[in-house]
């Protein structure tokens, strides 16, 4: 059973260039978080999507971040214009779709995409 | 979700048991106590959860007080590669806010 999948595992961009950061979650599982992880610090939630749906996105920087996961395919996270001080470890989650409201439900990660902006 | 209280590190011996502890003194009746672990450079990786009772898998035992305010992860053997931060972190149920607020977590040292 394949785990999360992240690509790509290292992007490199240059100041003002976009990334796409891509998603592929656990089998079975319909549910997407994103994270982020600035050098020597802690991983901090972006946002909670479902399918065709953005459910939280709580802590989304206002401007230049999006994020989507179509019916078909990965979720992907949008950084446009990107800046120095986006430089860091995106780590994607994923859990299954929720079928009681009475339990917690585990979120599984990928390896994360190390973005790097020169 | 209710804060959780870990110490910065800790150091162990490779073969000995490691025992984590972590203090969560407001924790509510509905709320699980999960850890996770994050390797140098890799992904978090989920160890183990529990409500009340005390839980074993594969990877590691969780204890939890009776009276729910702390617990104490322990890892019965641990290796080289048990090198990480680990997280205590509360959780309630929640359909719509769902999202996993990790504090700064524990230094594992394990030493050869």
């Known amino acids: 059973n394949a785990g999360v999948m992240q690509n790509p595992r290292h992007l490199v961009r240059r100041r003002g260039q976009e990334a796409r950061l891509r998603c592929s979650p656990m089998?079975?599982?319909?549910?997407v978080y994103w994270y982020r992880q600035l050098p020597e610090e802690g991983l901090k939630f972006m946002v909670y999507?479902?399918?065709?749906?953005?459910?939280?996105e709580s802590g989304m920087p206002k401007e230049r971040f999006s994020a989507e996961f179509p019916k078909e395919g990965p979720s992907i996270l949008r950084i446009q214009q990107v800046v120095r001080g986006d430089s860091a470890a995106y780590f994607c989650?994923?859990?299954?779709?929720?079928?009681?409201?009475?339990?917690?439900?585990?979120?599984?990660f990928g390896p994360g995409t190390r973005l790097t902006v020169t | 979700d209710a804060k959780t209280t870990q110490p910065t590190s800790m150091d162990c011996a490779e073969g000995r048991a490691a025992n984590l502890p972590c203090n969560h003194s407001?924790?509510?009746?509905?709320?699980?106590v999960y850890w996770y672990r994050q390797i140098h450079s890799q992904g978090p990786q989920y160890i183990i959860h529990g409500l009340k009772n005390n839980e074993t898998n594969e990877m590691a035992s969780l204890i939890i007080t009776e009276d729910r305010k702390s617990s104490t992860l322990i890892l019965p053997h641990a290796t080289l590669r048990d090198t990480a931060v680990y997280y205590c972190?509360?959780?309630?149920?929640?359909?719509?806010?769902?999202?996993?607020?990790f504090g700064k977590g524990t230094r594992l040292h394990i030493l050869p």
């Open positions: 972190i509360v959780r309630a149920p929640a359909l719509l806010n769902d999202k996993i607020i």
């Open positions: 089998k079975g599982h319909s549910h």
């Open positions: 999507l479902q399918k065709e749906n953005i459910i939280d």
């Open positions: 407001t924790i509510s009746g509905n709320e699980y």
């Open positions: 989650a994923s859990s299954p779709v929720r079928q009681r409201t009475d339990r917690t439900y585990e979120q599984y």
